[in-house]
């Protein structure tokens, strides 16, 4: 019975300090109690979870990694069920399976070094967080450095490493003070000591993360510019406050028409008013798929009465205007090469930004990075079952995109990010290499109904323009409708949840950064250490075991006789 109520009592600790990290991952960032979220969290976030994989073995860790990965991200990105309840199932489950992968090579770690594993362990987390953001599965929410989103100093380094840096600084705390505690036992008493006796073993590697982590802010601290005097661009933000596809839940067509109808005249209600505002805007922004009916389509084929008539009535307005206007719309368009379905009219809709002037949709863009299972599935052939499940679900895909548009505005060049794409490096990356001054992100988080989603959301945009040192201003339905400098500062800002206008300056500034020049090329390191690292230990590993084999035989062929055939002699 002693023995059965030490297992539970284990079971209960260790579940404890699972709960206690997601806690700390979930509250480090933008969250329900604190909007900005607690950054100060993530620097000793994962220390339970290292306390965890220390205390139990090897399988043991891959079901406590995989708790761990479903509760962590239940807890940070408890929106998603507002979208589809779908969402929550595919997202948690992929973050249960990625978790379960990574606490298995942390222990491996353990493993199969002797010595300075909690360093292996730190480069295998940095590895992890970097491929998350790859491939169809890419995801971005959740990476650390994102966290210190307001730690204007700090991040000045993700124009040179990215968000890598950041995170490599922020995490290493944990995998120190980790292999500290565990070292000790695990206990908390006389930590102290501790830490003490463990500084004079590992005070090196310490010591350079303390340099680095003051040469950054010093970077950082100087790298701040006031833009005052820099060239302006004048920019105004509608945000009309409404879920655009609410309108298609109406019971009866006249009802969405209806719908879509009170949506143009509150954009256009709200971009009057801006237009009438001293100074006067460059440019007006509408949100992602503001407007629904699809413009290029209707203006075309003609073929639906409804919608028709509302989109003639933009264009008139548009005509009417001398000042260009930015629209998020569904480009829809007769492409037989790529929908051959008659019945379907050929039809193939981009999520797209359209640059009208006069009334004329002279440039436009169509997003590339697409929402995987929401906007996106490419496995139709593979996987049948899961594309016609989502079809089923109301999932509406999209095409891709396949040109990094920069558009010629209003003495300013511009590229336009939507929704979802601000949240990665690589795209923002490759449109200042085109040449783009300015971000324009058009974004609808409306669906999630949450002030945690949508800072979560900000958080990440934020670092757009610090890698890039270029402004970004953001268009979003219900929040978060702003502006942010290249260095970082958010500098306007728009109450969430409300029909408004933010009428913006932002600075022109010129200049590439290394990171600009060269992306993720930390990321990739981290990766690459990580994985010949673990190779090597793997190698090194065999040997040892093979000596250690060989030594035994040896000392068997020495000595042939144990104790107890030597007194049988006698």
Known sequence: MKNNNGWIIKILIHLGLIVLASILFAASFPNLLFKNGLPFLAWFAYIPILIVIRNNNLPACIGWGAIYGYTAYALFNYWLGAFHPAAWVITYTIYFVYLAVVFTLLKLAEILFQKRAYIVQWLIWLAYEYLCSLGFLGYTYGITGYSQWQMTALIQIASITGVW???????????????????????????GNALTAFFNKEKLSAIIWAVALCASLVFGIINIKDFSSYPQAQIALIQHNTDPWEADRAPVQWLITEAYRKDLRNLIRLSDEALALSPQPDLIVWPETAFIPRIYWHATYRDDPNSWPLVRELLVYLYEKETPFLIGNDDGRKEPAINPNADEKFRVDYNAALYFENGINTQLYRKIHLVPFTEHFPYKKQFPWIYNALKKADT????????????????????????????FGYLARNFVRKGADVFINLSNDAWSASLPAQYQHLSIAVFRAVENFRPMVRATTSGQTCAIDPSGRVIAEAPPFTETILNVSIPLVTGTTIYTLYGDYLGIFFTFMAVILLLFGAVWYTIRIRRSDSQSLDNKAAFPFNKKSKEGTR
Do not use: M, Y
């Open 396 to 423: 509406h895909f999209w095409e891709k995109g396949d040109e990094l548009t920069v558009f010629s505005g209003p003495g300013f060049s511009f590229s336009t990010p939507i929704c979802f794409e601000d949240t």
């Open 165 to 191: 840096g950041v995170s490599a600084l922020v995490t290493f705390p944990s995998f120190w003070l980790a292999e500290a505690i565990n070292q000790h036992n695990g206990r908390l008493i006389k930590i």
